[in-house]
């Protein structure tokens, strides 16, 4: 189980929907265009009538250009960026990189294909991920007048990731996977044949964390290496270790950082033997030439992550949770003075967690981002060191949004970044460095947009459990008639620990939700990120119980708020901890038409095959044998007699490759209600995990999650 606002802080075990506004999207192979001197301009588009608007379709949803991971260039001249695009009747994301200038104007794709743009330290380049040859690849283009060809910088037998220029731009670092005890690729390249030609391939372990995600460990593990940007042989910075760089990927900060003299590299991973069960993360630093073995910089039994040098070398900030174990602990923003080995944390006073971050260019401040009930802003703070006594105040930047990808031009004037709401995707902005000034520079959905009817999320409080106050959102539906009457649909997000955000979503999309005409209300109950720790943490051992007070306080209140409401016409549907809350709706409540339940956990004791063993074992306090209380009172496989009695009819959907919530969940699920009577629907997708990326795919769960509503709210 995880979050996804995995989609801009830590990967949380429950995130499904809904902290799934970081859209995670599938590698694309395809090749890159010859530069040849001209970058390709967007053609204009033709002047003509403007439509009148219409609700977003799921075809809408799949024309989209998903934009992101904005980089400014060395002058500060230009901004290049990622765009994936889904490309249906293949049923895959194509991806290409464009360029706009820092100012505006019109954006011009460089490549046919690839990622993870980034600028060499003059300018003259950008290295980015190519998947031409099939495997994910390091590649540069020159950006000279003369123009050039793609180059391929590496060739590893598992790919490259995570590329990343030295300050001096002679060398580039990376993650590939590796066996371990193989020195060279020579061996890894065999070992992989041996695997390949052998007639049985049976799984063999001895530890656990034998799958992740959505594959079963291969054995490999991710290593730190250097390559000459001119090419060469790469050099393993981590020969032999037995634990991956990074751990995981995470939004946010960079999990390696060289310092500015190039000469060190910093960089995150979990050196613990039993990685099931711990969420220990350090930060270790290695010579650049690997002259010697990397050193441990922290010894904190939580998570440290996403270390920054200071552009003066002075310090190393990074983000630190300080409970091991739980891996949804508030995040805080931690310097290490170098020359003193002291850690200093910069935010303890602030009860938020910090997410992506970065430097100022003269090293006095730093910028974060952070959650603040269902928005995400972006604030800076001061980094001297001596003022930590006296709490340095917070200063926002820029609020009343989403934003991500934060950036900030080497002369320290402009801020770039991407910004969002629940009724527009990313777009790419910039603003002047105390946030004035804001505009829009680039935003690839500018036409399609024109055309869509799409409503701004409302806020509302009220009264939950205990009397606390707890916030909604809430969407009309298309072409809006406050005399009329609507049915209405609560949407229950994930993690349990994240949020809904007034963030755009291409897996569970609020708009396209409320399109068929349905108000679509969404509450941040208990467990919800954004609210404080206390409020976070609330949900722990308590899965069914104040959280559910506060969904149904939180129907109740909107029905009274908004008269065009019909209280009798009522749906829900979640994913991952929304997918449990439906489950345990469907053994304790009859007041709903029909229920959709993704990913949810069912039976919390099997749920125990779940890979991240610190989530079950912190959400229910330990281990089955140790508290079989808590498991059996939250979990709805004990309640599975209410379901004849209430008879709501319910969609379950699950991913045979999730391997959070193994999809045996929803076999259970869907068996009991089709034993008792219910009217029910089981859909598994073979090639999908936890979430539903592929195109074609996602075209098919937004039509059975659209039918399935219009069958049951008449």
């Given at each position: 189980m995880s979050n996804a606002t995995i989609e801009s802080r830590a990967r949380r075990t429950c995130s499904t929907s809904i902290a799934w506004s970081v859209v995670v999207i599938l590698v694309a192979a395809a090749a890159v265009l010859p530069f040849c001197g001209t970058i390709f301009a967007a053609p204009p588009a033709k002047a003509q009538a403007?439509?009148?608007?219409?609700?977003?379709?799921?075809?809408?949803?799949?024309?989209m250009h998903r934009l992101s991971d904005p980089q400014i260039s060395p002058d500060a001249k230009w901004v290049a960026y990622s765009v994936a695009t889904p490309d249906v009747p293949a049923n895959r994301m194509a991806k290409t990189?464009?360029?706009?200038?820092?100012?505006?104007?019109?954006?011009?794709?460089?490549?046919?294909?690839?990622?993870?743009?980034?600028?060499?330290?003059?300018?003259?380049?950008?290295?980015?991920?190519?998947s031409a040859n099939g495997t994910s690849q390091v590649a540069w283009i020159s950006l000279d007048a003369s123009g050039s060809e793609p180059h391929s910088l590496t060739s590893l037998p598992a790919g490259a990731d995570n590329e990343l220029w030295s300050p001096d731009g002679n060398s580039i670092a990376f993650v590939s996977n590796v066996y371990p005890d193989c020195a060279?690729?020579?061996?890894?390249?065999?070992?992989?044949?041996?695997?390949?030609?052998?007639?049985?391939?049976?799984?063999?372990?001895?530890?656990?964390?034998?799958?992740?995600?959505?594959?079963?460990?291969?054995?490999?593990?991710?290593?730190?290496?250097?390559?000459?940007?001119?090419?060469?042989?790469?050099?393993?910075?981590?020969?032999?270790?037995?634990y991956?760089?990074?751990?995981?990927?995470?939004?946010?900060?960079?999990?390696?950082?060289?310092?500015?003299?190039?000469?060190?590299i910093?960089?995150?991973?979990?050196?613990?033997?039993?990685?099931?069960?711990?969420?220990?993360?350090?930060?270790?630093?290695?010579?650049?030439?690997?002259?010697?073995?990397p050193a441990a910089v922290t010894t904190n039994p939580g998570n440290d992550w996403g270390p920054v040098y200071s552009p003066d070398g002075k310090y190393i900030a990074y983000l630190a949770q300080m409970q091991p174990g739980y891996e949804s602990d508030r995040w805080r923003l931690m310097l290490y003075l170098r020359s003193s080995r002291k850690h200093i944390n910069l935010t303890e006073k602030l009860d938020r967690s910090v997410g992506s971050f970065l430097w100022t260019p003269d090293?006095?401040?730093?910028?974060?981002?952070?959650?603040?009930?269902?928005?995400?802003?972006?604030?800076?703070?001061?980094?001297?060191?001596?003022?930590?006594a006296s709490a340095p105040a917070v200063k926002t930047i820029l609020k009343d949004a989403a934003y991500s990808d934060l950036q900030v031009s080497s002369n320290g004037q402009t801020l770039v970044f991407t910004r969002g709401t629940l009724a527009a995707p990313a777009g790419l902005f910039a603003s002047d460095a105390n946030g004035g000034n804001v505009r829009e520079i680039a935003q690839p959905n500018a036409p399609l947009l024109s055309q869509l009817d799409l409503a701004p999320a409302e806020p509302f409080w009220f009264a939950g459990a205990g009397n606390t106050q707890v916030e909604g959102l809430l969407l009309r539906p298309p072409n809006f008639d406050a005399h009329k009457k609507y049915p209405m649909l609560l949407l229950i997000h994930g993690g349990p620990q994240g949020a809904w955000e007034d963030a755009w979503s291409y897996r569970w999309n609020p708009e396209a939700m409320a399109a068929p005409g349905y108000v679509v209300v969404m509450i941040n109950p208990r467990g919800s990120t954004g609210y404080g720790s206390r409020f976070t943490e609330e949900i722990s051992h308590d899965w069914g119980g104040k959280v559910y007070t506060d969904l149904m306080n939180g129907v109740d209140a909107a029905i009274a708020k908004y008269p065009f409401i019909d209280g009798s016409r009522l749906a829900a549907a979640g994913g991952s901890f929304g997918g449990f809350m439906i489950d345990w709706i469907?053994?304790?409540?009859?007041?709903?038409?029909?229920?959709?339940?993704?990913?949810?956990?069912?039976?919390?004791?099997?749920?125990?095959?779940?890979?991240?063993?610190?989530?079950?074992?912190?959400?229910?306090?330990?281990?089955?044998?140790?508290?079989?209380?808590?498991?059996?009172?939250?979990?709805?496989?004990?309640?599975?007699?209410?379901?004849?009695?209430?008879?709501?009819?319910?969609?379950?959907?699950?991913?045979?490759?999730?391997?959070?919530?193994?999809?045996?969940q929803?076999?259970?699920?869907?068996?009991?209600?089709?034993?008792?009577?219910?009217?029910?629907?089981?859909?598994?997708?073979?090639?999908?995990?936890?979430?539903?990326?592929?195109?074609?795919?996602?075209?098919?769960?937004?039509?059975?999650?659209?039918?399935?509503?219009?069958?049951?709210?008449?």
């Open positions: 403007q439509p009148s608007k219409h609700a977003v379709t799921v075809d809408d949803l799949l024309a990189i464009w360029l706009v200038g820092i100012d505006g104007g019109t954006p011009r794709q460089l490549t046919a294909a690839g990622e993870r743009p980034r600028w060499s330290p003059d300018g003259s380049k950008i290295a980015f991920l190519s060279d690729q020579v061996c890894d390249v065999q070992r992989d044949a041996e695997k390949a030609n052998s007639k049985i391939h049976p799984r063999v372990y001895d530890r656990l964390m034998f799958r992740h995600w959505t594959a079963w460990w291969d054995g490999k593990r991710s290593h730190l290496f250097v390559i000459p940007a001119a090419g060469g042989t790469p050099k393993d910075l981590t020969p032999g270790a037995d991956d760089v990074p751990p995981f990927t995470l939004g946010g900060p960079e999990a390696i950082a060289f310092s500015p003299d190039s000469k060190e910093c960089f995150t991973a979990n050196s613990d033997r039993e990685q099931a069960t711990s969420t220990n993360g350090d930060l270790f630093t290695v010579p650049s030439d690997g002259s010697s073995a090293s006095r401040s730093i910028y974060f981002q952070s959650e603040e009930h269902a928005e995400i802003p972006v604030f800076e703070i001061s980094a001297d060191p001596s003022a930590v469907a053994t304790h409540s009859g007041r709903f038409k029909c229920l959709i339940s993704h990913a949810g956990p069912y039976d919390a004791r099997s749920m125990y095959a779940t890979e991240e063993l610190w989530f079950q074992e912190w959400e229910y306090g330990g281990t089955p044998w140790e508290h079989p209380e808590l498991y059996d009172k939250w979990s709805s496989e004990k309640f599975a007699g209410a379901l004849g009695k209430f008879k709501t009819p319910t969609l379950v959907i699950g991913g045979e490759l999730d391997f959070r919530i193994p999809y045996t929803e076999l259970e699920f869907f068996t009991a209600l089709q034993r008792q009577g219910v009217p029910s629907k089981l859909v598994i997708f073979p090639d999908e995990g936890h979430w539903v990326l592929r195109p074609q795919n996602s075209q098919f769960w937004y039509h059975t999650f659209q039918d399935w509503l219009a069958t049951y709210l008449k």
